[in-house]
């Protein structure tokens, strides 16, 4: 490492020479022989960020309703687990092609249709949310990405949570 920084300060104080018309002509000459012979080295490449969301699929867009974006559970006790099923159609032209679907966390699992949905189609979306080790009001998200505009729609889970203990 110290020698190719040595090589590359050499290398700019030689073309800064060349450049500026400093030194002899031997010494520019010898400044471009070593830069020619010793181009400088490309700089590392920058690994590219992961996008924190995965891409729609390409092609053409289509659209999707809901009966409800959004389902409150009511009151349960710590421990207990909780489903419900999200309708939808393709209201859209163009099959509906889902490519994700993420919970905010790990106690909010979804399970999606993996293949396209014809245009006037229904389906659903099941999401259980566990509530294990969770007390209070709970608010929990899940991220659809599918070939929609725009292309992420988001679905919402809530109610209160009692501890255990409380719940006697």
Known sequence: MKLRI????????????VACGGGDASVRE??????????TPAAPATPTATPATPA?????????????LEYDYGT???????????????TGSEPLIISNAKGSCGCTVPEWPKEPIAPGATSEILVQFDSSNKSGNQ???VTLTSNTNPAQTFLTIKGV???AEEAK
Do not use: C
Request: aromatic share 8%; no cysteine; net charge positive.
């Open 6 to 17: 040595a090589i590359l300060s050499l290398m700019a104080a030689s073309l800064f020479m």
């Open 139 to 141: 608010s929990k998200r």
């Open 161 to 163: 949570v009692n501890k």
């Open 76 to 90: 349960i006790t710590s421990g207990e687990k909780v489903q419900y099923a999200y309708k939808f159609k393709n």
């Open 56 to 68: 729609a699929p390409a092609g053409p867009t289509t659209t999707m309703s809901f009966d409800n």
């Open 30 to 39: 010898e400044a471009k022989r070593a830069i020619q012979a010793n181009p």
